[in-house]
């Protein structure tokens, strides 16, 4: 049996804050990429629905590479994963303004780009971080690197409007990109064997998990665990939500004759509120059933819309429902991540979650592309914000089912005696 992960106080917390740092980066150049929807329409003469698309199929490419690039990073550590998605990110940030075409803006926002911020995203740093923390620690390790991202997109969103508004978008783009670079140093700390004392006796930092099992083993047990199925479904709206508002709450704040800068505060808005909602969900995922949590926050999203929709659009509304929205926005991670940990243990824990991303950018896709449809052919967002309530709902709904227990992994038959 392994033993438990062991790593010193001092490197843990510096683990800690090297994903924390590392997600804040590529989630900020994720959720700022509604900013450039405009300028981009105006410098290449491409339609919404053109360019909605192409960060459509950012969505998904996010959610689809987490388990590859888990499954590598549980094999082999986490560490060369952030290198190379440093590189694929900000070589896309850099090739986007090269890109005219539709085509273009598909290879460079929606595979490079998106693939890059991948490798450096929840499932990885997550599943990284987690495997070397007692479980005690777990949720709240996992809230603080989720608060990061949300950091990320509170600073990056400002800064890349008032780059955007002074020195124009290419240059915001560039600087973008330069700007993720940082994350290669970043991802030192999380190389394999960092922070664990020399002492005899001492695990290396392998994931805990049922011995014997492979990882294609682990992965037809989780697909036929309903819990697990029901995570998905519950994490597809979550994509769904998240995902139409990155993409299309500028254009929303444009309908309502309001100022770009109203759309950026309140992106920075959701980012600074979720700070509090990633730890407060991490520090009651200690106390209280995940699952719980995660019905409260998806069944709150439905109210909140339904509040925004009714409300007249002003400024202040925006700036409203954005805190609102943030302090639930990505804090459905920690809870989504305890809940996979709990199920199936640590071993394949970044694979498994990664999984669970799929489902929330397969949600994340219908989401960008179908918001930009519904504006070319009814010139509004109702029909987009009814589909998130209706969502919203029956996420809260199918959390409610899940068991919080340990998937026990059937024995194989004993011998057969003649």
């Keep these: ?48 629905a053109s360019i909605s698309f192409a960060l459509a199929i950012g969505q998904f490419v996010w959610g689809a590479v987490q388990p590859v690039f888990g499954a ?32 273009g803006l598909i290879m460079t926002m929606g595979v490079l780009s998106a693939a890059g911020a991948g490798a450096g995203s929840f499932s990885i740093l997550i599943g990284a971080t987690a495997q070397r923390l007692p479980a005690a620690r777990r949720p709240f390790a996992a809230g603080f690197i989720n608060a990061g991202g949300s950091f990320g997109q509170f600073v990056f969103a400002p800064l890349m409007q008032a780059i955007i508004s ?149 400024a202040l509304t925006f700036y409203v429902f954005a805190a609102a929205l943030g302090f639930t926005w990505l804090a459905t991670v920690p809870p989504t991540a305890g809940l996979v940990g709990k199920l199936f243990g640590m071993r394949y824990l970044s694979t498994l979650f990664g999984m669970t991303l799929l489902s929330h950018q397969i949600g994340g896709f219908f989401g960008a592309w179908l918001g930009g449809l519904a504006f070319v052919n009814f010139g509004n967002y109702n029909w987009m914000w009814y589909a998130d309530i209706a969502l919203a709902i029956a996420a809260a709904l199918v959390n409610l089912p899940i068991r919080e227990a340990h998937v026990m992994r059937p024995l194989p038959a004993p011998p057969v005696k003649v």
């Design 166 to 314: 002074s020195a124009g978008w290419i240059v915001a783009m560039f600087t973008m990109a330069a700007t993720t670079l940082l994350t290669i140093p970043l991802a030192w700390p999380l190389r394999r064997g960092a922070g664990l004392p020399k002492a005899a006796g001492v695990a290396a930092p392998s994931p805990a998990g049922p011995p014997g099992i492979g990882l294609w083993a682990q992965i037809k047990i989780a697909m036929r665990e309903r819990s697990y199925l029901c995570l998905h479904a519950g994490f597809f709206t979550c994509g769904f939500h998240i995902a139409f508002l990155v993409t299309h709450l500028p254009g929303e704040v444009a309908l309502c004759d309001l100022s770009a800068g109203v759309s950026a505060t309140a992106l920075a808005l959701i980012g600074l509120f979720n700070i509090a909602g990633s730890l407060a969900a991490g520090a009651l995922g200690t106390r209280y059933r995940m699952k719980s949590l995660l019905a409260l926050m998806y069944g709150s999203r439905a109210v909140m819309i339904v509040i925004y929709l009714l409300a007249p659009k002003t």
């Design 72 to 103: 590598v990073a549980d094999k082999y550590g986490a560490l060369h994963v952030i290198i190379l998605g440093a590189l694929l990110l900000a070589l896309g940030m850099a090739l986007t303004p090269f890109a005219s075409s539709q085509w």
């Design 1 to 48: 049996m392994q033993n438990q992960p062991d790593t010193t106080p001092r490197a843990a917390w510096l683990l800690i804050l090297a994903a924390s740092a590392i997600l804040m980066i590529t989630m900020g150049a994720r959720l700022t990429t509604g900013l450039f929807m405009s300028p981009i329409t105006t410098s290449t003469g491409l339609g919404i």
